[in-house]
């Protein structure tokens, strides 16, 4: 089992950045790739970003160039950095674990992240 801690989220302005993390504590034998998703009132939750254990990272289109995600190994923490944050980033973020490949297992409680205009 993997247990996933998201923390870093709150409220900021429009313009604003923020950085969220998540640390994972378990077992992580199975685990290849870490993520991000995001789920605004009233919507699906989508993906943010995801990276593997070897640092390759991809990104939802829209949000290429203003959100950065990053990978702790050692330390099984994966960030994501949001800049130029808009009321449409209002969501609550979830971090996400698995195998790889679209195939997440386990998944954190989230944190809300609220941007205002």
């Known amino acids: 089992q993997v247990q996933l801690v998201e923390s870093g989220g709150g409220l900021v302005q429009a313009g604003g950045s923020l950085r969220l993390s998540c640390v994972a504590s378990?077992?992580?034998?199975?685990?290849?790739?870490m993520g991000w998703y995001r789920q605004a009132p009233g919507k699906q939750r989508e993906l943010v970003a995801g990276i593997t254990s070897g640092g390759s990272a991809n990104y939802a289109d829209s949000l290429k160039g203003r959100f950065t995600i990053s990978r702790d190994n050692t330390e099984v923490t994966v960030y994501l950095q949001m800049n130029s944050l808009n009321p449409e980033d209002t969501a609550v973020y979830y971090c996400?674990?698995?195998?790889?490949?679209?195939?997440?297992?386990?998944w954190g409680q989230g944190t809300q992240v609220t941007v205002s205009s």
């Open positions: 996400a674990a698995g195998q790889g490949g679209g195939r997440w297992d386990y």
């Open positions: 378990g077992s992580f034998f199975s685990i290849n790739a």
